[in-house]
């Protein structure tokens, strides 16, 4: 993956909203990189930022939201500084979106088909009837029975499922680089779920699209993603192959968070629990923003601010992983001994 | 643990307290009556539950899972009283649900309390925790002397893992999970010894749900309750039920043991519901393919009203309504409403989750 060139990268991107009692940081400088056509499953609970790294990408922030500083390149190309309209322009024709209410990305007064076909000419400059064909050819593409009636209808004319299948294919219909897919299926029934996930799965690997998959739900990422971000507080935990993320977690709170899903295989009585919840952007603990929560911290987490350090095939951002440092330090002591290595974690006391 | 799945041996023994006879509920949906005049509508009605029953034993925990619009709140509702059944009839403790408005009613109403999804909704803003968690006691004339109240809060709060200090406080000042152990904590103040609990950790992320499904299952333990537990999402019923019911369109098509659900799924709707979970161990199996979703409640299907999305429907299974019938099988006994089980057609071993 590494090999590729990158065709999204993201370097220390702060997101801050300016508020009357202070700034709050709700991005707190993330750098990660997407390659064409490769799935990245960015997770987190709510409001660890997930969203908001995603709607910085896109260039929908809503003010007084405001990029602070870090730079997003698309293609090499910088586009976190470019005025609207010429952003409007790399949205849409470079970047689709996917948003997790299908009603509200669409228009409610125009038929899906003109809809499509809008997006179609405006960023493939191709004629109108040639444009529609292309429009009923998605609809097809999208699992949509009967395209050619469809593309006539309204988006209240559609089912949940169904629109969402529509949401996809406006997404794809510039054929875009790269799609920002935010909850696609968190609004919809897991019979639905199903269906969806395989559907952007599909055309994705088809086109060569790169995915930036945002969601709190583990089992789509599993499905999904070929590697896994995983967010707390604004911060980048844990990044790496969805694999080791998933069976071989390296941060605590990863660890704990795969801990805490009921699971169909093993038979538990009690479920992994992390005490607490996560921090509000008001106050983000110092040092690791973990740390309060974290059953292995000690006092290097709570002065310092661990980066993404190498943690066996992943990246993670835990003192626990500093081998430079660490293993010579008397700190590390008996805890490095705890250091969670598999997917299982004694459950921490009630 | 060993090799099969723990079975609770309240399902076997316990003794039935929740009794649910062909409970259905019907709404009345039709557009306004000037409307049906001139325009010529007809009157619609909505069956969002018809004819469920079940038996639920002390100490158990019964299950409804099924996708929205199925009706498994309408029966959450039904069954503590917030809705009048249509038709049908609920038993708690051998006395039947309608009395409940009577004063012997009363004291049987102390022992059903239910648990709602929305913590945020479900609590008043403006009153404090002491007042919320303490409502049940005055409503219910427990107690009266405000310090016996300030007691019984105190033990509440503790039970639910919250400090006696938070009862000064007001909801907005809590996490959503914090929440919804307030509102357990209010559900237990009158002693209960059922809880309806419906979706109580949809709203909640899933390290603060692992939080409040452990503090569910450790107050079952604690204080022997007895749980209808409503959710949409299979893994969270997997790690707390006893025993599952399955809900299509109004009706349980499918109800047994956990064991027999998830090791060995009848129906086809079953299947097809287990097969389309996400996948954490990404063991990489095959999805069946499940064209189709939810048709409206409005309009069923004739006959099984699942058949326009089974792969084994033939012309029985559009024309003739199933019935819950007892069907036996490797893993067990389960109750299951499908023609194509009964007669056999269903050769396919079909998706099974490997039980460790």
Redesign the interface.
């Known amino acids: 993956m590494a090999a590729a060139e990158p065709l999204l990268e993201v370097r220390n991107l702060r997101v801050e909203f300016p508020t009357r009692r202070g700034t709050l940081v709700a991005v707190d400088d993330i750098s990660f990189s997407i390659a064409p056509g490769e799935v990245l499953g960015v997770v987190g609970?709510?409001g660890a930022g997930k969203s908001l790294t995603g709607t910085a990408i896109i260039g929908l922030l809503e003010p007084p939201g405001r990029i602070a500083a870090g730079e997003i390149r698309l293609n090499g190309r910088r586009i976190d500084n470019l005025p609207p309209d010429q952003m409007r322009r790399v949205r849409g024709r470079e970047i689709g979106a996917v948003f997790q209410d299908p009603l509200t990305s669409l228009n409610p007064l125009y038929t899906v088909g003109r809809q499509l076909i809008e997006t179609i000419v405006t960023h493939l400059g191709v004629a109108a009837g040639e444009a529609r064909r292309r429009a009923i050819d998605l609809l097809a593409s999208t699992g949509i029975p009967a395209p050619e009636r469809r593309i006539d209808h309204f988006p209240h004319q559609f089912?949940?499922?169904?629109r969402q299948r529509v949401v996809i294919a406006l997404a794809l219909a510039a054929e875009p680089k790269l799609v920002v897919a935010d909850e696609p299926t968190t609004a919809l029934?897991?019979?639905?779920?199903?269906?969806i996930?395989?559907l952007l799965k599909r055309l994705c690997r088809e086109k060569q699209t790169a995915v930036m998959l945002v969601t709190?739900?583990?089992?789509?990422i599993?499905?999904t993603a070929d590697r896994v971000a995983v967010m707390y507080a604004g911060r980048l935990a844990e990044i790496g192959p969805?694999?080791d993320v998933?069976?071989r977690p390296q941060h605590p709170y990863t660890v704990?968070?795969m801990?805490?899903?009921?699971?169909?295989?093993?038979?538990?009585?009690?479920?992994?629990?992390?005490?607490g919840?996560?921090p509000r952007l008001t106050a983000i603990p110092s040092g690791c923003a973990f740390h309060p929560r974290c059953v292995h911290a000690f006092d290097r987490c709570r002065v310092e601010r661990p980066d993404l350090m190498p943690a066996g095939t992943s990246r993670a951002a835990c003192w626990l992983h500093d081998q430079v440092r660490g293993s010579r330090s008397e700190v590390r002591g008996d805890r490095a001994a705890g250091v969670p290595r598999t997917s299982h974690v004694a459950p921490s006391s009630? | 643990?060993s090799a099969v799945?723990?079975e609770n041996p309240a399902t076997l023994t316990g003794d039935v307290i929740v009794k649910a006879r062909d409970i259905a509920r019907f709404f009345d949906v039709s557009p306004p009556w000037l409307n049906r005049v001139l325009e010529g509508k007809r009157h619609q009605i909505l069956r969002a539950v018809d004819g469920v029953s079940f038996d639920i034993r002390r100490g158990e925990t019964l299950s409804l899972v099924g996708?929205?619009g199925c009706g498994k709140s309408t029966v959450a509702r039904l069954l503590v009283g917030l809705y009048v059944p249509t038709r049908g009839e609920v038993e708690f403790f051998g006395h039947n649900l309608r009395e409940m408005n009577t004063a012997a009613g009363r004291s049987l109403r102390q022992k059903l309390q239910m648990i709602f999804q929305d913590p945020y909704a479900s609590l008043n803003p403006r009153w404090r925790v002491a007042d919320i968690v303490a409502e049940p006691l005055r409503a219910h004339g427990l107690l009266s002397d405000p310090q016996a109240i300030d007691k019984r809060v105190d033990e509440l709060l503790l039970q639910v893992?919250l400090a006696p200090a938070d009862k000064a406080k007001y909801p907005h000042q809590f996490?959503g999970?914090?929440r919804q152990r307030i509102s357990i904590a209010r559900a237990l103040a009158t002693h209960p010894e059922f809880l309806v609990c419906d979706e109580p950790t949809s709203a909640l992320?899933?390290?603060?749900?692992?939080?409040v499904?452990?503090l569910m299952?450790?107050l079952q333990r604690d204080l022997g309750l007895t749980y209808l537990f409503i959710s949409?999402n299979?893994?969270?019923v997997?790690?707390?039920s006893d025993r599952v019911g399955v809900m299509y369109l109004g009706r349980i098509v499918e109800l047994a043991s956990r064991r027999a659900i998830?090791s060995a799924p009848q129906h086809p709707y079953t299947r097809?519901?287990l097969?389309?979970?996400?996948?954490?161990?990404?063991t990489g199996r095959a999805?069946t393919?499940?064209a189709g979703?939810?048709p409206n409640p409005l309009n069923p299907p004739s006959g099984c009203t699942f058949n326009p999305r089974c792969p084994y429907a033939n012309s029985r299974c559009r024309t003739e309504e199933p019935l819950l019938k007892l069907h036996r099988h490797a893993e067990g006994e389960t109750l299951v409403a499908c023609h194509a089980v009964e007669e056999g057609r269903i050769q396919d071993p079909g998706f099974r989750?490997?039980?460790?």
């Open positions: 609970e709510s089912s949940g499922g169904m029934d897991v019979s639905i779920q199903a269906q996930i395989s709190h739900d583990m089992g789509v599993a499905e969805v694999a998933v069976h704990g968070l801990g805490s899903i009921p699971s169909f295989v093993k038979e538990t009585e009690r479920l992994t629990q992390i005490e919840s996560m009630r | 643990m799945l723990r996708e929205s893992k996490s999970g914090q992320d899933v390290s603060v749900q692992a939080q499904l452990n299952k450790d949409h299979l893994a969270v997997h790690h707390i998830f097809m519901l097969d389309a979970i996400p996948d954490l161990a990404m999805r393919p499940v979703e939810v989750i490997q039980q460790k």
